[in-house]
Structure formats: C-alpha cells, structure tokens
C-alpha cells in the first residue's frame, strides 16, 4: 500500500492540515477527518511519510473510543468515510477517515502522566514538581508516580510547542466547572486505558486528550486518543525504573535526528527536517503496527 503524505479532496471545502490530519467540512455540523502518513518530531513535520502510519493510527484511536464510550461521548457519528466522497476519493480515506461531529474545541490539552518521563522528568529534577504539582522527594527516572497527576497545556499553532500551564490557569481560561470535569474525566479515561493496556503487555506512561463541546454545551472526547502518536507506550517486558524504556512511537525517528547533521552541524530542530534514512523509516512503522496489534489482537 502506497504511502498518503498529504489529501487532495475536491469534493468537499478544507478547512485545516495540521502535522498529522487533514479536516474538511461536511455540511455545517460535521467534519472528515483524515489521519495522514506524515510525522512530526520536535513540532517539525518530516519530509517524507511512514507508511500506513495513518490507518493504523486511524484504527487504534476508535478502538479505545469504542472501549471507552461509556465514560464520556465522542465526536464519531457512524458515518462511512468513503460514502462522503466522491469514487475517485476513496482511497484517501479508507481505513484512515472518521466522519466526526463539528464540535466547539477547548483549546487545552488535557495530559495525564502515571510515570516520570520526557519533560515531567525534566521538570522534576529541576524543580521536584511536574508542572507545579509536588511530588515525593527521591524519584527517579519513568518511575511511577503514587497517582496519576492532570498537568495541562495550552495549544500552540502548527510548528510552535504546546505550552504547560497550571490548572489554576486552566479555570482561568475556561471556568472551574469545565475545568474540573476534565481533569476528572481525562484521569479516569487514562486510568480505565491502563488498565486494559496492562493486560496486553504495553504500560501508558502518559497520554492527552483533547475536548470539545456540542451544541448542547455537552462535554465531547475530539481528535484522536491514546495513540503511539499522543501517548508514550512502553512494552512491560523491557520496562525499568532509571532511564527512558524502548516505547512504541517515533523514538526511532527522534533518536536519528539528535545526531542528524545538516551542512556539517546538528540539525537545529528547526524546518525544514533532514531526509529520513529507510531503515528509521522502516523501524518506525513496525513500532506502530506492533503496538496497534498487542492492543487490538485477541
């Protein structure tokens, strides 16, 4: 199966490409949503696309809207993708497309973490807290933490880093009714994920949500959840306390570019991105299938 970098839909208006998906509108109250093949490493998208990457991100995001549904509505409406678009479209958008509600969007990550890693790690030797929030003294790093701890961040455009925020902040920006609900809902939505995930081997060190309201001013999970793409996966079996485990997403892709030379320097993390090797790009789409298999595999 060829590659999808970017869609080319002429039959309904665009209204957004981000670094993953492309959106378009379906009458006033629905969007199509695509997950594309592209990648995105530190908020810069790479030049060249992972193969498949998409429908399997596509596949793993409505398996746990599915698994979680009775915790919270989403923004699925059942609706075929391929039926929204004309014949010759198809194939952009099967196995890769939802038909999805058109919802107010909160514009707050909502991110949860179970363990010290990434930045939380960072933030904490620096600090002893992860965004604010204290911690016990002596952890180490992708420790568990006692309770999983609600540390949100603020969207930024396409290009530009999320910015953490505190929940003070949060009630700030969208009210302490709101503001609490989510922080409610995303913690128990990561605590019944884990849970089930456990089962099958793979620990969620930590993951975001994202979160819109409908007509009805009702609460509604958006977007894409606990994928390899906005979540960190461990494998249980390699898992240990005291430095980053090996995970299910673009680590491969990340840790090429830290040493990738770009005209005799590293490259500044900036775009655009150097030209990917075939072998990361290889080892980066096993890691994806690997992880959508151990979780949907019965």
Not at 219 to 226: K, N, P, Q
């Amino acid at each position: 199966m060829s590659a999808l970098y970017a869609t080319s839909i002429q039959s309904l208006p665009l209204l957004s490409k981000g670094k993953v998906r492309d959106v378009y509108a379906l009458g006033d109250d629905k969007l199509l949503m695509i997950t594309t093949d592209r990648l995105s490493a530190f908020d810069v998208v790479m030049g060249q696309p992972i193969p498949e990457k998409g429908i399997v991100l596509n596949q793993m995001a409505n398996f746990w809207f599915d698994k979680l549904a009775a915790v919270i509505p989403n923004h699925l409406t059942g609706i075929d993708p391929t039926t929204v678009v004309s014949p010759e479209e198809v194939s952009q958008v099967k196995g890769r497309a939802v038909v999805a509600k058109r919802l107010k969007p909160i514009l707050v990550e909502a991110v949860v973490r179970g363990y010290l890693a990434g930045s939380g790690w960072k933030d904490y030797k620096e600090s002893g807290k992860v965004c604010g929030i204290a911690l016990p003294a002596g952890l180490e790093n992708a420790q568990k933490l006692p309770e999983p701890i609600f540390t949100p961040a603020a969207k930024a455009d396409v290009g530009e880093h999320d910015e953490n925020i505190s929940f003070e902040k949060v009630i700030e920006l969208i009210g302490e009714k709101l503001a609490k609900q989510i922080r409610e809902v995303s913690i128990r939505l990561y605590k019944e994920a884990s849970e089930y995930a456990a089962t099958r081997g793979i620990i969620i060190a930590d993951t975001k949500f994202e979160f819109g309201l409908d007509d009805a001013g009702q609460l509604v999970l958006m977007d894409e959840i606990l994928t390899a793409d906005s979540s960190r996966f461990w494998p249980a079996e390699t898992y240990y306390v005291g430095a980053n485990p090996p995970s299910y997403d673009k680590q491969f892709v990340r840790d090429w570019l830290e040493t990738a030379q770009v005209d005799g320097k590293l490259w500044p993390k900036t775009a655009p991105a150097p030209a990917l090797p075939v072998d990361v790009i290889e080892k980066t789409a096993q890691k994806y299938r690997e992880a959508l298999t151990r979780l949907t595999q019965i």
